[in-house]
């Protein structure tokens, strides 16, 4: 949803204006997040659909990285039901869980294409029902379909465990997809090359758009004051929950590790821990207690400000080889230095490019050896250097100028 408002918000200065179809979830995060588009967009929010009649709760990133488990009956029913729910769930959820919206967003989009005499129709996912919502209407409107992929689809490498059938039907709903529209977008250069490879005649259609950095953002943090540190360490700080394949033990050991060699560094989880990792229990076992702490979730004022305290900033994304983490780009309006444990070289070309270290997610040697990396970087001119530069390459503004070309692309 980020990446799209920002488009929003600055598609006007290059003669586009947008006119949004969303959801209609409620909560007060997304509403203010709407709200913030500028009055003169239209905003047409459509209910949430599911076949159960119940809302969808659970967001698409949650769905593509946490496995669905239910309790299972017992004896020869539970084989049947074991054996038939990849089945319900490929009719009831292909190509995602969003797919009851998408049907409903096909039609009203349609109606708003007419309406406002829309030139392009434009979608990004995931959810990637949304493309296909997009799809319908650029044939029935006979107008040019631009879709975005924010995250792998048909060949993502991670495999759907609770629905193992769709991992053969996606490629199918994105080659769909792919072959219908005017203009194919991503947001790296490792699924920029992914997707040429794999559809070597239609190259001229594909480009990437990384994410980006709203200019206001670093307007809010420079306005907060730095609180008075009685930290006796440098503090490393994750914002964020830890759940599917997004590891913090790996870390943890690090710290220690260098706890050993006489460096100690202070490291703050804001959000929750899969309860899989056993993380209070490893800090206890490493008697890391003075170092590592584990905090509940807050609001997103409060962890801007434990970040602005902080004296760098930490992303964990494992098994992630085409993804860059949301969390870089906002990173990028703080002065800190940037520790990333990751396994994507994408992120890695993008965080030492902006001032700081990378690390595989698995490798406590050289996590311990990236964080004496962020430590040397402290207070450095060149960070300040690395960082202004990055700010300006990655301005939602400028981005947004790139996608006003696709447009003016596919319509030519």
């Known amino acids: 949803m980020h990446r799209s408002l920002r488009f929003c918000r600055h598609l006007r200065e290059f003669g586009w204006n947008p006119i949004v179809l969303t959801t209609g979830d409620p909560s007060q995060n997304t509403s203010e997040l709407i709200a913030s588009l500028p009055d003169s967009i239209v905003v047409d929010r459509l209910p949430d659909g599911h076949p159960s009649g119940n809302k969808v709760t659970s967001t698409p990133a949650m769905n593509a990285a946490l496995p669905l488990r239910e309790p299972s009956p017992s004896g020869i029913l539970s084989g049947i ?29 349609a109606k708003l294409a007419l309406q406002h005499h829309a030139q392009i129709v434009f979608s990004s996912g995931p959810p990637h029902s949304t493309h296909l919502a ?10 040019p379909l631009v879709v975005d992929f924010r995250d792998p689809w048909g060949r993502k490498p991670w495999k759907n465990h609770d629905n193992p059938l769709r991992d053969y039907v996606l490629p199918w709903y994105e080659n769909k997809v792919v072959r219908h529209a005017n203009q194919v977008i991503l947001n790296t250069d490792t699924s920029l090359e992914d997707f040429r490879k794999h559809y070597p005649n239609q190259l001229e259609k594909f480009s990437c758009i990384p994410n980006g950095l709203d200019s206001h953002l670093i307007e809010q943090v420079d306005a907060l004051q730095k609180s008075p540190s009685l930290n006796a360490h440098p503090v490393f700080i994750h914002p964020g929950n830890l759940y599917g394949h997004r590891d913090p033990v790996p870390l943890i050991k690090a710290i220690a590790k260098l706890k050993d060699q006489g460096v100690e560094v202070q490291f703050r989880q804001i959000g929750s821990i899969d309860p899989h990792y056993k993380a209070d229990e490893l800090v206890k076992d490493l008697g890391l207690q ?13 962890v801007l400000q434990a970040m602005r305290d ?14 860059v983490p949301a969390k870089v780009f906002e990173m990028m309006a703080f002065e800190q230095p940037i520790l990333s444990v990751s396994d994507s070289p994408c992120t890695e070309s993008i965080v030492e490019s902006s001032g700081g270290a990378c690390a595989s997610s698995r490798d406590v040697d050289a996590i311990a050896a990236a964080i004496k990396k962020v430590l040397a970087m402290l207070g450095g001119p060149q960070l300040h250097s690395l960082r ?3 700010r300006k390459t990655y301005d939602a503004k400028t981005l947004t ?3 006003a070309n696709r ?3 596919a319509i030519q």
């Open 81 to 109: 039901k074991n054996s038939l729910r990849p089945i319900l769930r490929l009719i009831q959820e292909t190509p995602d869980k969003h797919y009851a919206w998408a049907k409903k967003a096909s039609v009203q989009g």
């Open 134 to 143: 997009a799809l319908a209407v650029s044939k029935q409107i006979k107008i």
């Open 290 to 302: 003075a170092l590592v702490s584990i905090e509940s979730p807050m609001p997103h004022p409060q």
């Open 310 to 323: 902080s004296d760098a900033l930490v992303i964990i994304q494992p098994d992630a080889p085409f993804m």
């Open 388 to 390: 202004t530069h990055a």
């Open 401 to 403: 100028s790139q996608l």
């Open 407 to 409: 447009f003016d692309s």
